[in-house]
């Protein structure tokens, strides 16, 4: 597929794809957070010019998702381009037709870009070989969402300011194991300067020690399970969803005794982190990592993530709509 020209005030930008955030300098995080500002204002002011105007956004989504899909489907449409969604289990996925024959359909049907999410790890990169145009991952098994990491990031930079965003103390909490958002949040918060921290069960933690010594450069990655430490004098804790569906035989923790043991009540979080934000990619199970008076408490910014999905996505999709080359 030839790329379209760029489109007015979108930055040149490198990367044919979106598969990860671990390639994204610091300087490029900085782009998407300043575009999708831009992106944000032009949606207040309903003046979003139409990067995307012609051309056919195809979402496949493989695994349950509310915010991710419809977020790329309302910034679709915010950047004038049309939104397809292909429901997988009423799609001819069901009746066996391979992931790579489903991308080649949703191509010669005319889909300029393809926004994966799947249930194993590489699915998106699959995708991304067997695709003429290009391809967004929305999270791939236990591997990477780049898109919720760029909006973690932007939400943190929106409240905390671009300039205290390094150095700032941000502390994960919970199955940073099974969780692809945590793993794309290490790539693209140490790259932003953010003091990092995750802290959960030891069964939740393997092998992220050896991670946090292998980080490239000056990021700094800390990993405890001592969950007062994790979270003491944090600007933000962020906790993650106890993954029922990928827990089986994993060692973890029942619920009842994850809530007791590292519930982020709010007599812990002021016990520690006074003044901490709380954050969530969301689906939150509450009364597990995060009780109900936490989730809609003046600390919690899970809304504002929420919506913090149309610009950034915005943001992205503009900029690989001008893209040229690389991967
Ligand atoms: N955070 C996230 O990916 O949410 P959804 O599964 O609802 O898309």
Redesign the pocket.
Known sequence: MTAAAQAPGIPAWGHRHLLDVDRLTRAELATVIALGRRMAEARATGTAAGPLAGRTVATLFAE??????VSFEVATRALGGEAVSLDAASSSLAKGESLIDTVRTLEALGAALLVVRHGRSGAAQLAAEHFGGHVVNA?DGWHA?PT?ALLDLYTLAEVLGDARLPGAKVCIVGDVLHSRVARSDIWALTAAGIDLWVTGPAVFLRGFETWARALPGDRRLTVTGDLAAGIRDAAAVMALRVQRERLEGAGAPSEAAYAARWGLTEERIAAHAPDALVMH???VNEGVELPPDVVSGPRSLITRQVANGVPVRMAVMALLAGSRDGR
């Open positions: 349950a998702s509310t915010r991710t899909r999270g969402h919720q990619p969301g689906p």
